[in-house]
Each structure stands twice: as structure tokens, then as C-alpha cells.
């Protein structure tokens, strides 16, 4: 027609644009994320917008409409948003403004070509991902509170034209016409998939077009974002099943919202089963990082290795929605939003720790994994320590350092530790028998990560933790006890015992150690424990 404009779009817009379709093939999908979330966001803004011009106000059934038409081969984005002016179309979907939209093409550009499609993940490429499916793109928008509407459109070559258009209402839709290969983003199944994957927890209905009908494809809660008076424990759980892939009944639930200096909103929780994955599975922490409810990347190691895990989500307003993979691993914001998180779980689990018999189920299922924070958490390691529980040679049932410490006997002057495979086989060690004889109590160990932890603490509560197996252990200054029994000369018979296994040992020692046995196996003083010799041995080296 007679008003249409044409328009070059910025040089950097042919060049990201040439990015987009060409390097980022193989995740496609993350198109609708994008434009889904642009729809969100514009609906964000008009609710704001009209706390102040009550004009403005939003349809009471606004939604975001996603329509397929097979026969037409398009595909329908509409919202009752803000909507864009001519002048607006023309800045946001022409120009590159943004500099986190700038910085992901040159990201994008220097990147590897293996590690291209795996980027997008962590970006949001934004209005651009549309040309990824579509050989045009139409864009129809009436800004709320104007009567004009104007239509933009391009083949995503190089230019767009602009000219007038007729909506009814505020808003805008997104026509795609989509290429022949991207058919199966006009499947209803297929868009709802999408929409459940990534979008889920956009507050604002969103629905997929099915045979005339307009379906839900989102939950659309953002639980985290309520308040807690406003959420049943049933929803907690429910939400913890989705987010965890989990059937069980979480073992805590922490939901909390951090305002000042950070802005974010957290909804974690402890399982109440031990998933496989969990110990024996990667390392990494898989909490959730949303932008303003926009899921971003379940990558961020919100939590360290030996948090892993806890499960949930972490939402925050400090963070730009195109966050970049480089901005992921150096913003100082996500640093201060792990260790605010870290924190606060660990405090947690020292609220639930003083309920014994709640806190063993939690002990039975993930201590393991948190004993690798004694060894591998410099800053944290103090703490954890005082989490741990453990088997004793003294009293049943699980017992933590503190309490063991306020055990101690007169003149005792170290924790003792035996390391093994089962706690069962260690209570009847002749290694202990001495203990025994002098009224010391043990802690029994036997975890595979025992035999590294102790030896980081080093102390706790100024108490040195020592192995019995390990060098030599004087137990002569603990009062009372039986004394040890007149000890035989044995003078005579070392340097023979010495001699008869000097293959295999380094040294022959006399020691009040034991009591019915007659000898037993002990480390170095200085060199690996008898349990890491054990493990290094069943490793092989
Ligand atoms: P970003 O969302 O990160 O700003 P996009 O490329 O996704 O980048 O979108 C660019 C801009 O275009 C948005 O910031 C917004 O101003 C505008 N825009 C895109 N889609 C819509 C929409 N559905 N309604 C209103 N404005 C939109
Ligand atoms: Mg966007």
C-alpha cells in the first residue's frame, strides 16, 4: 500500500539476526520462550502501567494466545499488553538497544561452533529466535491507551517495513509464517510441551489453539512469588514433585524472600527420599535460576556440590532476562545470592537438626554428601563439622561431635575416629579394645568420603580428631578406666617379629592398646590412614 515504509535494520541487527537462524539450529524450540515471554512481560507492564491510569486496565480474561493454523502454515502469538507505537516497533524491533542482546552476538560469534547450540540455553536471544522458524515474521500492535495500530514485518533480510493497521483492542500478535522444516511448531501437542517446559510458571494464563478451542498450557503459578500464607503444604509438595521429578514428601520446605540489598524470591526443599542421583549421580547443584519467573538455567550451581541435594527454585529481579553464560559465572550478584542461599539452608538444617528423630531420617538419606562440605568447603567447613552425627563405640543411636566433646574423660585429649566399611564390624575391632579398657569413647566411621574429612577439620571445639589405627595413641593420662593390666616384656620378642615381617611392615611396637588381642594393624604416624591405605589399594594404585 501507499503507507508502507521501508526500513534497514542496524548493522548489528543483519548480524545477530544471521547468528540467530544460522548457529543456534538445533534449539529452536526456545523461539516460542522468547516471544512468550515478550508477551508476558509487555502484560507486566500494562497491569503496571494502569495502577496509575485506570483506563489502561487489563481484560479480566487477559491471556496469552498461541494459535496454529496448519492450513496457513502460521503461527499466532497474541497478548493484551502494552502493545508498541510506530515509534516503538520501529526502536525495539529494528535497532539493537540492549547492550545484553549485543554482548550475546559477540558471545555467540566467538564461541566454538560446538558450543553454539548449548548457548542459548543461558540466553535469551529475544524477539530475533522468531526467524529461527519463520521466513516472515508480522507483527500487529495497538499501544494501550492510543487508537492507531501499525503492522511490522520482514523476511529478516536486512530490512522491515512499517504501515498502518486496524486492531480492536490494545495489544499485539505475532504472525509467524513458518518454513517449510518447522512444521511441527504448528502441533498443538508440541507448543504445549514447549510452553510446560519453559514457561510454566508465567503468571498469566497462556493457551494453545486445539481443534477451535483455546486450551490451558501453563500452571501459571509462580508459587515462590506467594506469600507463604497464601500456599497449602498439599501445593508446597505438589510443586516439590515437579520441580524434583520426586513422588516423596519433601523433608523441608524453605521458602523466603530476600529484599534489600538483593532482590530474590527462593522456594527450597530437602527430599524426603534419597534419589540414586543425589550421591552416586553428577555433582552439581541443579536449583532452578528463573529472571522475574522466566526460567533461565537449572546450571548456575546455586548451591555447592555438597547442597546438591536440595531442589527448587531461585527467582530473582538483580539479573537482566538475557543474562549471558559469561555474566552467569562472574556477576557478583549470583555469587551473593549463593551464599545468602547456602546459608540459609544451612541454618536450616541446624534449626531441624535439634529434633533428633527428624533429623536422622534427614542423616540417613544425605549425610554423606554433606560430610564432602567438611572436606571441600573451606569457609563452611566449621559448620557443617557441627551437622555431622555418627556411630559410637559408647552410646546407641546417631551422636555429633559436641555431644561426644562433652563426653570427653578426664585427660583425654583427642576425638578418636576408627575408619572402616561398616559400623557394625568396626564396633568389634581389637583396634578398640583399649579404648574400651580406659572408658574412651570412639566415633565409627564408615562412609567413603570418612576417610578424607577427618584429617581437613583437623579439630573441633580445640580437639584434635585423631584415627586410632594412626601412629601412636597415649591414653595413660585419662583417669580412671582399668589401668592396663601388668604389661608382659616383650622386649625380646620384637626385633624377631621385626625381622619375620619385614616385608610387609615398617615397624613392631609394644602398645596398651589392647587387651585380649595380641596384635594389631597400625598406620604411620604421619602417611594415609589404614582406611584410605584400603581405599587407595581397591582403587588400584
Ligand atoms: P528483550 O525482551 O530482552 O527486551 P526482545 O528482543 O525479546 O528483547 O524484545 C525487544 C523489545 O521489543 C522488548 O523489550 C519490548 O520493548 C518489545 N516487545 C517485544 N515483544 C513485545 C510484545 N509482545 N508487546 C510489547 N512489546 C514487545
Ligand atoms: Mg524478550
Known sequence: GEALERHEFGAEVGRLLDLVVHALYSEREIFLRELVANAADAVDRRRFEALTDHALSLPADAKVRIVPDKEARTLTITDPG???????????????????TAAFAKSLADAPAGDKPSLIGQFGVGFYSAFMVADRVEVTSRRAGTEEAWS???????????????REEAGTDIVLHMKPDAEEFLEPYRLQTIIRKWADHIAIPITVARDGNDEPANEGTALWRKAKSEVTEEQYADFYRHVAHAFDTPWATLHWRAEGAMEFSALLYVPGMKPFQAVEGERESRVRLHVRRMFITDQANLLPPWLRFVQGVVDTEDLPLNVSREMLQSTPVLARIRKAVTNRVL????????????????????????????WE???NRKDVAALLRFRSSAVEGWTSLADYVSRMKEGQEAIYVLIGDDTGALAKSPQLEGFRAKGVEVLLLDDNIDAFWPERLGTFEEKPIRSVTQGTVDLSKVAG??????AADVTLLLPLLKDALKEDISEVRATDRLVDSAVVLAAPEHGPDLQMQRMLRRAGR
Not at 533480510?157 to 512499517?162: C, E, F, P, V
Open 82 to 100: 502494552t502493545g508498541m507505537t510506530k515509534a516503538e516497533l520501529a526502536q525495539h524491533l529494528g535497532t539493537i538497544a540492549r547492550s545484553g
Open 152 to 166: 511490522w514485518a520482514s523476511e529478516g533480510k536486512g530490512d522491515y517495513t512499517l504501515a498502518p493497521a486496524t
Open 347 to 374: 541454618s536450616e538444617l541446624k534449626t531441624q537438626a535439634k529434633d533428633a528423630a527428624k533429623y536422622e531420617a534427614f542423616w540417613d538419606n544425605f549425610g554423606p554428601v554433606l560430610k564432602e562440605g567438611v
Open 377 to 379: 568447603d573451606a569457609e
Open 481 to 486: 578406666g582399668a589401668e592396663a593390666s601388668e
